[in-house]
């Protein structure tokens, strides 16, 4: 079976009513639209056939067989069973409420599996079970990324407890591709409820929701009638969804293809051997011998000049470095912080995971941005994504800008500690490489939780410490007066850390500081970052947590052996 996109099907009639706007819309521009409302954007349900045109490249669907269901209970309610099937399957042209197969996405090969909503809701009995699955299975023996796009109310209940185990089957479908270090998409659309949604429909990599989704586990109707509470305006909508952390993106139906193929290109592993570093016999990227870092201004001096907010943030730096970046977002638990910013790239080619915190350049940014000060659902979001990379292969480059974690009350009631730690364990068993730059301020455990890496590097105007110079005198003498003479005490530059051994390597300024000549910085920070790469890039998983274990284990100074 093909997909072709010669014949857009078109709602029935001449004229469809829009149930968001109640306009009413010429059929055929609303086919013309992927049946998106022009008048209000509302987006209209697909079947699998529309659904495949707006996801996969035209004409590169090659179906597999179809999973047939049976009726193992011999249920009946108002109608049999085996007769809903039958009238399914005579108005759809499906077996079930799944197809599935082979195609391409931006010229990338990919196993996709689409529901279909109209054939019985898209609920989930033993064929959706088997047919998603199968996908699994194909995917992790061809070991090409997955794509599911779910539409489904649910479990089926005329299948009773088989119905159930589906749930099961599929999540451990999943899991199975999770560890194999197989890509995973999965695009949530309206509806997507139930046992679906609580099995395979949310453990890909990356949860992509379509615009005006509504997605959960009981459905709105459910869940007021057993609380007797008035629901939050938008509960359950994608919308709603990704302000709680649960979803990587929210994106229009037209976009969902060009996402699919940036997130392809940037998690794909063609570009392994790009990243190189200085042509032989040419400079080096980082300066490695404290002695060629004289003429620094003072400790207090840095200071100014690392927390000037003309200086490039994270986000500045990471489009700089990449050709490609696509921004993922949430902790799949309670929120996205924006000063935790993050996803895939590609640096010369060769895809990457890019973490860091973004501060900003003016004070609606900063306000937004909460100074680059992460809450635990920042470092969890971090977290997650670096275990994303690990799986995957990926490299991990990290940029590293604040004066700490963000205090607070709700920072504490949601585990600041604890998400800090998990951060500086788990980036510490990461098999692939890890380069840190502490472009900015690099202040406390905070900063320290992007910053467990195989090469530490750090800006020449850029500070790195336990506690700022300001905190330390007033813990100290009760005020911050005496923080320009604490900022030389506590060797906070990149002088006296490279001399400690806390950074590897520091990488070259203009004169008066990144800010002056932004380009200049960034070029001279990519330069560094490749060469880092280059340099670990022959090395195993082991051999990359050994010598990362090896580089923490060697730091202190410790008397009387």
Known sequence: MTISPAAPATAPGLWARCPGCAAIVYAPRLARTQRVCPECGHHHRLNAVERLRTLVDDGSFRAAPQVRGGDPLGFADSLPYAERLARARGRTGLDDAVLHGTAAVGGHRVVVAVMDFSFLGGSMGSAVGEAVTRACEQALDERVPLVLAIASGGARMQEGGLSLMQMGKTAQAMRRLRRAGVFSVCVLTDPTFGGVTASFATLGDVLIAERGALVGFAGPRVIASATREKLPRGFQSAEYLAGRGMLD???????????????????????????????????????????????????????????????????????????????????????????????????????????????????????????????????????????????????????????????????????????????????????????????????????????????????????????????????????????????????????????????????????????????????????????????????????????RHERFRGLGVIEGG
């Open 249 to 547: 993106r929210v994106e229009p139906r037209d976009g969902l293809r060009p996402l699919l193929a940036r997130l392809l290109s940037t998690t794909g592993r063609t570009g392994e051997g790009h990243a190189q570093g200085p042509p032989p016999g040419g400079p080096a990227a980082v300066i490695r011998d404290p002695g060629e870092l004289s003429g620094a201004p003072t400790a207090q001096e840095t200071v100014r000049l690392a927390r000037d907010t003309r200086r490039p943030t994270a986000l500045d730096y990471i489009w700089h470095l990449c050709s490609d970046f696509v921004e993922l977002h949430g902790d799949r638990t309670h929120g996205d912080d924006p000063a935790i910013v993050g996803g895939t790239g590609l640096i010369d080619g060769r895809p990457v995971m890019v973490v860091g915190h973004q501060k900003g350049h003016d004070t609606s940014e900063l306000v937004a941005r909460n100074f680059g000060l992460a809450h635990p659902e920042g470092y969890r979001k971090a977290l997650r994504l670096m275990s994303l990379a690990d799986r995957l292969g990926l490299p991990v480059v990290t940029l590293v800008d604040t004066q700490g974690a963000a205090p607070g009350v709700g920072a504490e009631e949601r585990g600041q500690s604890w998400a800090i730690a998990e951060c500086l364990a788990g980036m510490s068993e990461l098999s692939v490489p890890v380069v840190a730059t502490v472009v900015g301020e690099g202040g406390s455990g905070g900063a320290l939780a992007l910053a467990m890496a195989n090469r530490v590097l750090m800006l020449r105007h850029a500070v790195y410490s336990v506690i700022s110079p300001e905190s330390c005198s007033t813990i100290l003498y009760g005020d911050p007066s005496h923080a320009p003479e604490l900022a030389e005490s506590l060797r906070i530059t990149a002088p006296e850390l490279l001399r400690l051994g806390v950074v590897d390597g520091v990488v070259p300024e203009p004169r008066g500081g990144a800010q002056e000549d932004p380009v200049a910085a960034m070029d001279a920070l990519k330069a560094a970052v490749l060469e880092s790469l280059r340099e670990l890039s022959g090395l195993s998983g082991d051999e990359l947590r050994k010598h």
